[in-house]
Nanobody
Framework: QVQLVESGGGLVQPGDSLRLTCAPS????????MAWFRQGPGKEREFVAYITKKGDTVYGDSVKGRFFISRDNAKSTIYLQMNNLEPEDTANYYCGVRWGPDTTTPEEYQWRGQGTQVTVSS
């Protein structure tokens, strides 16, 4: 059974940094687009960032310049470096993997993880 496992979340203060990891179990995803999404309390799912097999990246407007996505192709693992965190970043962060044209729509990612909670509070 293929699973995506996110880790690295936690409780931090405004201005702090965190690094999230998404790693697959059961198979590798060489050549797939991989992405991060989030869903905050009472909010809809929101696109955070994606990275293509070539390393091209796209970011959501609310995280541009603060969050950075990267990938280790040998491990089919992606990372999300989150800097200067704000209370508005509080959410469950989950990753997705897609085979097909690049998209920011979470429902179009064929594999999605359960997420890791990030809470930003003073």
């Amino acid at each position: 059974q293929v699973q995506l496992v996110e880790s690295g979340g936690g409780l931090v203060q405004p201005g702090d940094s965190l690094r999230l990891t998404c790693a697959p179990s059961g198979r590798t995803f060489d050549g797939y687009t991989m992405a991060w999404f989030r869903q905050g309390p009472g909010k809809e799912r929101e696109f955070v960032a994606y990275i293509t097999k070539k390393g091209d990246t796209v970011y959501g407007d609310s995280v541009k310049g603060r969050f950075f996505i990267s990938r280790d192709n040998a491990k089919s693992t992606i990372y999300l470096q989150m800097n200067n965190l704000e209370p508005e970043d509080t959410a469950n962060y989950y990753c997705g993997v897609r085979w097909g044209p690049d998209t920011t729509t979470p429902e179009e990612y064929q594999w999605r993880g359960q997420g890791t909670q990030v809470t930003v509070s003073s």
